[in-house]
């Protein structure tokens, strides 16, 4: 069964602390990991997609990363507005996209 | 730059009545999705539909139905509401990947309660 596992469940830094975000997924079948934002009462909204070991995309503060087994995503110098819920997805076949449950981050001031 | 318009936002039912949410999308996407998102359960897909004419069960489709209207619409009917379909429901939609999946694209749900 595809499984995708983010941790931690929650962050809370300060302004300025920079951290990674992890994501574990199930490599059989991979066509696809992404990145997305979710703001409360907000859609997700996408960020990155990766598709192979190795592969770096970068917005702003945000770098995210694929090795053959996990995604992270890393914050540098996050500000509040960096505060959000950040889901990881992995794609399979019939273009079905598989959800882990996100990382709550919040960014003190 | 409308993308992905979900309606209504909100709703209110009792236990047994039905209802229809709406999606439309305006770009252009052959696949289209609708999740449901709890807490603690993260996001969920209900019925997806890979093309128009098409459509395919997801990880949760009990109690719902779907409709691909034409390339832009894909509609989600609740036949006979529970409390257990309390929940916010998202539709995305992608373009079709060559060996890949392509990102999807969310509207901003429909905070659905049944009473």
């Known amino acids: 069964e595809d499984q995708v596992t983010q941790s931690p469940e929650a962050l809370r830094l300060q302004e300025g602390e920079s951290s990674s975000l992890n994501c574990s997924y199930t490599?059989?079948?991979?066509?696809?990991l992404f990145w997305y934002r979710q703001d409360p009462g907000k859609g997700p909204e996408f960020l990155f997609t990766l598709y192979s070991a190795g592969e770096e995309k970068e917005k702003e503060r945000l770098k995210a990363t694929l090795t053959k087994k996990e995604s992270f995503l890393h914050i540098t110098a996050p500000k509040p507005e960096d505060s959000a819920t950040y889901l990881c997805?992995?794609?399979?076949?019939?273009?079905?996209?598989?959800f882990g449950k996100g990382t709550r981050l919040h960014i003190l001031p | 730059n409308a993308g992905v318009t979900q309606t209504p936002k909100f709703q209110v039912l009792k236990t047994g009545q039905s209802m229809t949410l709406q999606c439309a999308q305006d770009m252009n996407h052959n696949s289209m999705y609708w999740y449901r998102q709890d807490p603690g359960m993260g996001l969920r897909l209900i019925y997806y539909?890979?093309?128009?004419?098409?459509?395919d069960k997801g990880e949760v489709p009990n109690g719902y139905n779907v409709s691909r209207l034409n390339k832009r619409e894909f509609s989600l009917r609740l036949e006979s509401a529970a409390p257990s379909q309390t929940s916010v429901y998202f539709c995305?939609?992608?373009?079709?990947?060559?060996?890949?999946?392509?990102?999807?694209?969310f509207g901003d749900g429909t905070r659905l309660s049944i009473l």
């Open positions: 490599v059989s079948g991979l066509r696809g």
């Open positions: 997805a992995r794609g399979g076949i019939h273009d079905k996209i598989i």
């Open positions: 995305a939609s992608s373009s079709r990947g060559q060996g890949s999946n392509q990102p999807q694209h």
């Open positions: 539909s890979a093309s128009e004419g098409t459509t």
